[in-house]
Each structure stands twice: as structure tokens, then as C-alpha cells.
């Protein structure tokens, strides 16, 4: 027995002391951490604080705060003045403009030259200045924390300013009971650190580059929120005013309204499905207005999960008044909504294609939001939810649960989900079905088709019922 014993004892023995070892290290490496931080400033109080910064607990009696302030008055007091004179110079040109002639040219070019190269620096310089912060001697109010954890993620200007929480003006507490507002960023923005510098690198006030594929790229990555930017963004140079909206609703809208450089097609015809090259592959029959004008209105060629907008609004008659279209397309839903006197805002993505530009140039609502977002609207305020061609059989589970739980707090008690050719594996049919049914909906409708050999559509409709706790 002992001799069975006598190694195994003394080799536990050997590795409790060896724990041993190892903690008293652990508590001396945390020491020297803590200790660390702590000659970098970390810890200090407010009045150490400063003297860590300014390097003498005297920095402020040398330094006449008010006669800097009387200065930076006066600078924008005279740089307004200057900005005055200038505008209505331009103005004056502007007006007179039509009596310009030919000769003339190099009057015009000297006020796009004024606007362009006096005008514009002007007001950036103005901002900048107007934007000084003076040193705050009392520092930031009630904060436990010092700055933003986030900010030393970033190298650029631009970022750091902008997360961090912006102090409301002398003292004051804000409409929303808050000392700060911070402008958020998603979490997902620090795993894409070149890709946001490389967004955020700009120079203020002035034209900002052509890259909203980067910005939509960062926001599909989970960069979303992306944070707000201080640059013009570019139009198209030959913008032409919308048609009227007893046109506008079916028919291809003007290709001069769209920057076409970030997609593959150049005009609207170019995007029909004819086309193999079209940049784009979900969606199919959008941009082509015969094929718009039959969904959801005809049952030529239609399966039976093809429920009809007539059909559906007779389930609740009057009450459908709002709701979301939650997919991928043209708005063409929300267009024949539209008819029936109900306002849908369609949700949209540029995915190779120019989609928001499409809905709104039809005179609809595009929301420009991800998957990554809670939705922008309140709880228990929707009449209907409607959603096709983005949810299917490529969804993680837990995903999805997260944003039908989302849909189902704003949906309004008594309000419909009608889920519109869902698609998936037929082995996975029953996974999904669950997840539609936990929220024990009254079913209205329920329909199966298959799509392939092994893929099935499934269209549903559900109307949420009361909550009342
Ligand atoms: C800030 O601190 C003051 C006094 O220390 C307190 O009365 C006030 O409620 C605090 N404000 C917030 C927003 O915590
Ligand atoms: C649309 O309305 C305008 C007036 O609002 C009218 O001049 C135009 O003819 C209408 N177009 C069509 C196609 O009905
Ligand atoms: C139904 O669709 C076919 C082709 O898709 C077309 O030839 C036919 O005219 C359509 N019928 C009606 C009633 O629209
Ligand atoms: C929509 O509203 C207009 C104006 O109130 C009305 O004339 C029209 O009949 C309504 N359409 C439907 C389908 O209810």
C-alpha cells in the first residue's frame, strides 16, 4: 500500500507547493502593476492630477485665463465681421450674375475662387476657434472616470474628439437630465481600427472622399454606430429634381440622381436581370418595373406562399396604418402600400446596387440600417411588420431570436408579423418554425412550398396578441 501511495503523495505534495509558488508571484506581478499605474497618474486625485499634467501645483496663477478669453472674443468678433463682408460680396455677384457675359468669366470664377479658397477656411477656422476649450480648473464633474477607455484605441484626431463625452456648457444639465452626451461608437469599430482611421482621416469642412462602401463595409462588420464626420459629402454632379410622386412610384427614376462610381452599373437599365454583370445577385426582378408591378397584387405564377396585400389588410381592416418592410429591395412594397393609404418605411442596404437611392427617389422611405442594430422605433408602435428575401436559411439561430424579439417589442398588440418566402434547408424547417412560433401569435396564415429538392419556402402571418401585465 505505501509503497503504491509514497510517489503519487509526494508528487500532489510538490504541486501544492508549486501553486504556492505560483500565487505569491501572481500577487507580486498585480503589485508592480498597480504601482505602475499609479506613477502614470492613474489613481491620482484631481489635485495631483494636475500637477501631473501641468508639472506645477501653480500653473494657473501665472496664467490670466480672462485676457485669453478677451482675445479669442475679439479675434471672433473681427472674423465675423470679415465673414459678413464676404458673404455679401458673393452675394452681390450672385445677383448680378445674369448680366455677366462672357467676358465677364473671370468674375465667376473669382467668386467660386472667394467661396472655395476664403469663405470656407473662414468658417473652419471660425469653428476651431469658437471650439477652444479653455483649461477647466475643477475638471470633469461627478465622473469617477477620467476619459474615455475607449479613446486610447485611436490615433486619429478626429475619433478621439468625437467619443469623447462632450461636458454640457457651464455647468448645465440637458433636457435629457444628463451631465455629458456621449457619442457612440460600435465596439466592433476597435477590430477595425485602419479600416475607421482611414474613414475618419478627413480634413474638416472640406469635401469628404467618395467611400461610403468603406462606411457601409464598417457598419456591416459591426462598426455601428459609425460615428458622425464634419466633411461634405459629394452628390451627383447632375442632379435633376425628383419626378412627381403620381409618377415616381413605378417608373426607374432619372440615372444623373445617383453617383454611379462605387458600383458596377452605370444607369438603372443596367441593373434589369438580363444582365449578368449587374453588380448585385439577391432581389431578383427588382429594378425591372413589369416584375415590381405584379408582387404582391396578382396570383399569375404565384405559389402558394405568395399571400396578396388585399388579403392581408382584410385580417385588420382600417387598422394597418404603419409599418416596416424589413428585406432587401426597391421598395416596392412600401410603394403598393402606399396606394392602400399605409406608410412603410423600408429598410436598405447598398449591397452592390443603389438601393436606398432607388426607394427614395420613388418618393419612400429608405432606413439605412443593419442587422447590427436594435430598431430605431419605440415599443408597441407598429401596425405591421413585413419581411422578405434577407432572413433565410444562412442565419445564425440566436441572431435571429435577438431580432425577433426586437420586431415583436415594437410590433403593437394586435399588430401583424408576416414573414414573406422565408427560405431554408427542409431538415432545418422545423428549427425556424419554433422560433416564429414562440411568441404564441394568433396564425392567420401558414404556407409551405418547396423551393428546390431539398429547400422549402415558408410565408407567414401572425398578429401579436394583447400584453396587458
Ligand atoms: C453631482 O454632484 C452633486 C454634488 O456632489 C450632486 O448634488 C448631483 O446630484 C450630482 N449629479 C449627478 C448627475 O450625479
Ligand atoms: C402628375 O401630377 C401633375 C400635377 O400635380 C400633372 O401635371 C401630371 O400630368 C401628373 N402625371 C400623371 C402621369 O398623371
Ligand atoms: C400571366 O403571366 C404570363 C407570363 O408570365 C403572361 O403571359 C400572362 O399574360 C399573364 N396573365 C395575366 C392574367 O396577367
Ligand atoms: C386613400 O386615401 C384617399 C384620400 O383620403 C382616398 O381617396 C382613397 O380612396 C384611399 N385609398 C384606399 C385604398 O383606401
Not at 443 to 459: F, G, N, R, T
Request: charged share 25%.
Amino acid at each position: 500500500m505505501r509503497s503504491v501511495c509514497f510517489p503519487r503523495c509526494k508528487l500532489s505534495r510538490l504541486m501544492g507547493w508549486l501553486q504556492l509558488v505560483l500565487g505569491v508571484l501572481v500577487i507580486i506581478v498585480s503589485f508592480a502593476n498597480l504601482f505602475r499605474f499609479y506613477s502614470t497618474g492613474f489613481f491620482l486625485h484631481d489635485e495631483d492630477l494636475c500637477r501631473h499634467f501641468y508639472s506645477s501645483k501653480n500653473a494657473y496663477l501665472g496664467f490670466d485665463a480672462k485676457a485669453l478669453s478677451d482675445r479669442v472674443q475679439e479675434v471672433l468678433s473681427k472674423m465675423a465681421s470679415l465673414q459678413d463682408k464676404l458673404e455679401s460680396t458673393v452675394q452681390q455677384m450672385e445677383k448680378s450674375k445674369d448680366t455677366l457675359d462672357k467676358t465677364h468669366i473671370s468674375k465667376l470664377e473669382y467668386k467660386k475662387y472667394l467661396e472655395d479658397e476664403v469663405i470656407q477656411p473662414l468658417y473652419s477656422a471660425h469653428i476651431s476657434l469658437r471650439q477652444i476649450r479653455l483649461p477647466k480648473v475643477e475638471g470633469i464633474r461627478n465622473s469617477t472616470m477620467r476619459e474615455e477607455p475607449l479613446i486610447n484605441s485611436f490615433i486619429v484626431e478626429e475619433i478621439r474628439k468625437y467619443i469623447t463625452p462632450k461636458e454640457n456648457r457651464r455647468g448645465k444639465i440637458n433636457i435629457f437630465g444628463s451631465e455629458r452626451v456621449y457619442n457612440t461608437i460600435g465596439h466592433a469599430c476597435v477590430s477595425m481600427k485602419k479600416e475607421l482611421e482611414e474613414y475618419m482621416n478627413y480634413d474638416i469642412g472640406s469635401f469628404c472622399k467618395d467611400d461610403w462602401n468603406l462606411a457601409q463595409k464598417l457598419m456591416i462588420n459591426g462598426c455601428d454606430p459609425l460615428p458622425r464626420r464634419r466633411c461634405l459629402t459629394r452628390a451627383s454632379k447632375l442632379y435633376q429634381k425628383p419626378y412627381p410622386i403620381n409618377e415616381s412610384l413605378w417608373r426607374l427614376p432619372d440615372g444623373r440622381n445617383v453617383r454611379w462610381s462605387n458600383y458596377q452599373c452605370r444607369n438603372f437599365n443596367c441593373l434589369s436581370s438580363k444582365n449578368p454583370k449587374r453588380g448585385y445577385s439577391k432581389c431578383t426582378g427588382c429594378f425591372e418595373m413589369e416584375k415590381e408591378k405584379v408582387k404582391w397584387v396578382t396570383t399569375n405564377g404565384s405559389l402558394p406562399v405568395d399571400f396578396l396585400i388585399n388579403d392581408v389588410l382584410a385580417v385588420k381592416p382600417g387598422e394597418i396604418r404603419i409599418g416596416l418592410d424589413f428585406g432587401i429591395g426597391t421598395g416596392t412594397f412600401a410603394a403598393r402600400m402606399r396606394e392602400q393609404n399605409v406608410t412603410v418605411i423600408s429598410t436598405a442596404l447598398n449591397l452592390g446596387a443603389p438601393f436606398c437611392e432607388m426607394i427614395a427617389l420613388r418618393g419612400l422611405i429608405p432606413l439605412y440600417v443593419t442587422l447590427n442594430q436594435r430598431l430605431p422605433f419605440f415599443d408597441n408602435t407598429m401596425d405591421l411588420i413585413h419581411t422578405t428575401g434577407f432572413l433565410d436559411g444562412w442565419i445564425d439561430l440566436q441572431l435571429m431570436d435577438f431580432m425577433l424579439f426586437d420586431w415583436d417589442r415594437v410590433l403593437r398588440p394586435g399588430g401583424l408579423l408576416w414573414i414573406d418566402r422565408f427560405f431554408c434547408n427542409r431538415k432545418d424547417l422545423d428549427d425556424y418554425m419554433y422560433m416564429f412560433l414562440q411568441f404564441r401569435y394568433k396564425k392567420h396564415k401558414w404556407a409551405i412550398s418547396p423551393k428546390s429538392k431539398e429547400e422549402v419556402y415558408l410565408s407567414v402571418l401572425l398578429e401579436k396578441p394583447p400584453r396587458s401585465l
